[in-house]
């Protein structure tokens, strides 16, 4: 599976974007997918990850991003969407769609819990 993030951008704190994450080479409803993000100096985090479709297609996210940022997928377009508002400064980053090949129990948000990733698309919340 190939993944393409884009949608990154420039944006003033309560400001909103939208990533996008096609897929090609898999049909992404198939598989659990996540969207992570990675600061200058630290360790890749979880952001929000969306259950494949035959196992309900439930969202879950991180605390610090819950009611401001929703993952959603159109099957059509095998892509999937990371909506975020009201950024806030500590929002930035370079954000990377994975998707996981195995979906094990609970909420996969751990970075190796993702065999394929995106390249990345940068978020930089700033006035």
């Known amino acids: 599976v190939q993944l393409q993030a884009s949608g990154g951008g420039s944006v003033q704190p309560g400001g909103s974007l939208r990533l996008s994450c096609a897929a090609s080479?898999?049909?992404?409803?198939?598989?659990?997918m996540g969207w992570f993000r990675q600061a200058p100096g630290k360790e890749r985090e979880f952001v929000g990850t969306?259950?494949?479709?035959?196992?309900?297609?439930?969202?879950f996210y991180a605390d610090s991003v819950k009611g401001r940022f929703t993952i959603s997928r159109d099957n059509a377009k095998n892509s999937v969407y990371l909506q975020m508002n009201s950024l806030k400064f500590e929002d930035s980053g370079v954000y990377y769609c994975g998707v996981a090949e195995r979906h094990r129990v609970g909420v996969m948000s751990r970075a190796d819990d993702y065999n394929y990733w995106g390249q990345g698309t940068q978020v930089t919340v700033s006035s």
């Open positions: 969306m259950r494949r479709s035959g196992s309900g297609g439930a969202t």
């Open positions: 080479g898999g049909t992404l409803s198939r598989y659990t």
